[in-house]
Nanobody
Framework: QVQLVESGGGLVQPGGSLRLSCAAS????????MAWYRQAPGHQRELVAS???????NYADSVKGRATISRDIPNNSVYLQMNSLKPEDTAVYYC?????????WGQGTQVTVSS
């Protein structure tokens, strides 16, 4: 059983910043890969950023240069720092991980970028 809980979302003005947090618990390897996805109503789900147990990272072109994914392995947490937020960043952000071939998703945290 794996549980993921996201937090840190909210309403932010364009150009602002947010740090999303994801706390993982349960039967998960501490070095399991983790990722952030986002989905807006009427839009397809997209991968925002991912990170491996070795701290290798990948970013979507849409957030490259504005987002930083990091992890705290001892505390089973992953973070997404987003700067220079744009209205198109508005979405529900989900934390995901893979454990023994099974993908797990958190409940999501809403990020709204608007004036």
């Amino acid at each position: 059983q794996v549980q993921l809980v996201e937090s840190g979302g909210g309403l932010v003005q364009p150009g602002g910043s947010l740090r999303l947090s994801c706390a993982a618990s349960g039967s998960i390897f501490s070095i399991a890969p983790m990722a952030w996805y986002r989905q807006a109503p009427g839009h397809q789900r997209e991968l925002v950023a991912s990170i491996t147990g070795g701290a290798s990272t990948n970013y979507a072109d849409s957030v490259k240069g504005r987002a930083t994914i990091s992890r705290d392995i001892p505390n089973n947490s992953v973070y997404l720092q987003m700067n220079s937020l744009k209205p198109e960043d508005t979405a529900v952000y989900y934390c995901t991980t893979r454990s023994r071939g099974i993908d797990y998703w958190g409940q999501g945290t809403q990020v709204t970028v608007s004036s």
